[in-house]
């Protein structure tokens, strides 16, 4: 093998180089990659050859640990659907684009979604592979790898719904308690240096202003000695306050806190859950960032957050001031959500109170500009780190002579992972009521009885309040 004058080695996302190879492919397409979802669906889809010219080698079994695992086998499908060859092959953990047996592109980046933000490195565009051994390879791991059936991918689907669910599960349940972990440490360091700067900052203005006294003449000096002890004495405090606020805006924007329900007194108090202490802000959080640093994250006051209630999963808007929580409400809409499956389209969002394991979030949607009284509940099952579509039914209703909606184009768009995550977003953002029934403060009949650890989520960049 040799190297091609344009071959590029980079440590950023290359999406980019891969839509363009697939896009000058003139004769065939491989790819070698454990872990994938809808992101090569739509990479092959761009390809200008016939999809029996396109072939995908990856290891179908969870041993390997795929963090992904169903939203693989879902773009598994899709592929297949569509005429695109699959094949597994045990232990495969290479991550190669092959076109047209001649230019490929070899790294660490995975083929999701995921990856396009990760840390990786790869070489683009290299030429010339003859017949060398590196191809040969790639040909004997074609050839011994089995091909995947349609049918085999849906037994999966079905079969193993259950397991991938729980599998999921115990991975979040660790993944959070990583998290809190590192959230804590990270604030600590964050601490130290933010100290560390305010003192050294004090130290070198100090300084300064004793180098200018030096430099000022005698007379001058004896003048105004009362005024630049008085001028230092002032910068000492400027400092000391500002290092102080810094620490307690720190400390304010915790990882979690411990709250329960209780009645705020007097003759007109109310039940309402409340921090254990009082010096907690359920508005300020520090959740980890892309780059595993802690990030400070503001809530606005008085707008409606979604919050999630573990272990049942039920979900709530919540009403979210400072030192409290009050108000719950379990519907919204109609919401207008955009475009989905070639619909514009609107919603109705209820948060239902039983069944939460099974589906926690159901969201009717409608064609806005159609003349239709039908439309389609979803059952989404929302965990805080991505929403799942366990199933739908019809709603609403349709009289003899009404144009009836065919959902099947959103139904399909909706095979795809990153759509189901993209609507949940869109009916979760936070919004503020024009008028509320504060009068039926409902605290109470909500949260559970006892104390309640409460953290900050984000899932697509929205903030979660999660309870439990």
């Given at each position: 093998?040799?190297?091609?004058?344009?071959?590029?080695?980079?440590?950023?996302?290359?999406?980019?180089?891969?839509?363009?190879?697939?896009?000058d492919?003139?004769?065939?397409?491989?790819?070698?990659?454990?872990?994938?979802?809808?992101?090569?669906?739509?990479?092959?889809?761009?390809?200008?050859?016939?999809?029996?010219?396109?072939?995908?080698?990856?290891?179908?079994?969870?041993?390997?640990g795929?963090?992904?695992?169903?939203?693989?086998?879902?773009?598994?499908?899709?592929?297949?659907?569509?005429?695109?060859?699959?094949?597994?092959?045990?232990?495969?953990?290479?991550?190669?684009?092959l076109?047209?047996?001649?230019?490929?592109?070899?790294?660490?980046?995975?083929?999701?979604?995921?990856?396009?933000?990760?840390?990786?490195?790869?070489?683009?565009?290299l030429?010339?592979?003859?017949?060398?051994?590196?191809?040969?390879?790639?040909?004997?791991?074609?050839?011994?790898?089995?091909?995947?059936?349609?049918?085999?991918?849906?037994?999966?689907?079905?079969?193993?719904?259950?397991?991938?669910?729980?599998?999921?599960a115990?991975?979040?349940?660790?993944?959070?308690?990583?998290?809190?972990?590192w959230?804590?440490?990270?604030?600590?360091?964050?601490?130290?240096?933010?100290?560390?700067?305010?003192?050294?900052?004090?130290?070198?203005?100090?300084?300064?202003?004793?180098?200018?006294?030096?430099?000022?003449?005698?007379?001058?000096?004896?003048?105004?000695?009362?005024?630049?002890?008085?001028?230092?004495?002032?910068?000492?405090?400027?400092?000391r306050?500002?290092?102080?606020?810094?620490v307690?805006?720190?400390?304010?924007?915790?990882?979690?806190?411990?709250?329960?329900?209780?009645?705020?007194?007097?003759?007109?108090?109310?039940?309402?859950?409340?921090?254990?202490?009082?010096?907690?802000?359920?508005?300020?959080?520090?959740?980890?960032?892309?780059?595993?640093?802690?990030?400070?994250?503001?809530?606005?006051?008085?707008?409606?957050?979604?919050?999630?209630?573990?272990?049942?999963?039920?979900?709530?808007?919540?009403?979210?001031?400072?030192?409290?929580?009050?108000?719950?409400?379990?519907?919204?809409?109609?919401?207008?959500?955009?475009?989905?499956?070639?619909?514009?389209?609107?919603?109705?969002?209820?948060?239902?109170?039983?069944?939460?394991?099974?589906?926690?979030?159901?969201?009717?949607?409608?064609?806005?500009?159609?003349?239709?009284?039908?439309?389609?509940?979803?059952?989404?099952?929302?965990?805080?780190?991505?929403?799942?579509?366990?199933?739908?039914e019809?709603?609403?209703?349709?009289?003899?002579?009404?144009?009836?909606?065919?959902?099947?184009?959103?139904?399909?768009?909706?095979?795809?992972?990153?759509?189901?995550?993209?609507?949940?977003?869109?009916?979760?953002?936070?919004?503020?009521y024009?008028?509320?029934?504060?009068?039926?403060?409902?605290?109470?009949?909500?949260?559970?009885a006892?104390?309640?650890?409460?953290?900050?989520?984000?899932?697509?960049?929205?903030?979660?309040?999660?309870?439990?």
């Amino acid at each position: 093998m040799e190297f091609d004058a344009d071959a590029q080695f980079l440590a950023s996302d290359v999406s980019w180089a891969w839509k363009s190879l697939v896009a000058d492919a003139k004769e065939n397409v491989r790819v070698y990659t454990p872990y994938f979802d809808f992101l090569l669906v739509r990479l092959l889809t761009g390809a200008d050859l016939p999809t029996s010219a396109i072939c995908v080698v990856t290891d179908l079994s969870p041993r390997s640990g795929n963090q992904q695992y169903r939203a693989q086998l879902l773009a598994t499908r899709a592929l297949l659907r569509i005429g695109i060859t699959v094949r597994s092959l045990g232990r495969l953990h290479a991550k190669v684009l092959l076109a047209d047996d001649r230019v490929a592109t070899i790294g660490s980046q995975n083929f999701t979604r995921y990856a396009t933000e990760s840390h990786e490195t790869t070489v683009a565009g290299l030429q010339h592979f003859g017949k060398g051994d590196f191809l040969s390879t790639l040909d004997a791991w074609l050839e011994t790898a089995i091909p995947v059936s349609e049918e085999f991918v849906e037994s999966l689907l079905t079969e193993l719904d259950e397991e991938m669910a729980a599998a999921a599960a115990a991975n979040g349940r660790l993944v959070d308690a990583f998290d809190e972990r590192w959230k804590v440490y990270v604030h600590a360091l964050e601490e130290a240096a933010e100290a560390d700067r305010l003192r050294a900052q004090r130290q070198q203005e100090l300084e300064a202003a004793q180098r200018e006294r030096a430099q000022r003449p005698q007379a001058s000096k004896d003048v105004d000695r009362r005024d630049n002890h008085a001028d230092l004495a002032a910068t000492r405090d400027a400092f000391r306050r500002r290092l102080g606020q810094a620490v307690a805006k720190q400390r304010q924007a915790q990882q979690s806190v411990w709250a329960a329900v209780r009645h705020t007194g007097g003759w007109m108090g109310y039940s309402s859950f409340l921090p254990d202490d009082p010096q907690a802000d359920f508005t300020n959080w520090i959740v980890q960032g892309s780059g595993g640093t802690g990030t400070l994250v503001s809530l606005t006051r008085y707008r409606m957050y979604p919050l999630i209630l573990n272990p049942s999963g039920r979900i709530a808007f919540a009403r979210v001031v400072k030192t409290r929580i009050s108000y719950l409400r379990f519907a919204v809409g109609p919401l207008a959500i955009g475009v989905l499956g070639g619909y514009s389209l609107q919603a109705q969002v209820e948060l239902p109170e039983t069944d939460t394991e099974e589906a926690n979030l159901h969201i009717t949607v409608f064609p806005l500009h159609l003349p239709v009284v039908d439309g389609v509940r979803l059952r989404i099952q929302f965990d805080g780190a991505a929403g799942r579509l366990r199933g739908w039914e019809p709603a609403g209703r349709r009289t003899e002579g009404e144009r009836r909606w065919d959902p099947s184009p959103v139904l399909s768009a909706l095979d795809d992972p990153d759509a189901v995550d993209q609507l949940t977003a869109r009916v979760l953002e936070s919004f503020r009521y024009k008028t509320l029934d504060v009068g039926k403060l409902n605290a109470a009949e909500f949260f559970p009885a006892g104390g309640s650890r409460v953290s900050l989520l984000q899932f697509a960049g929205l903030p979660v309040l999660s309870i439990g």
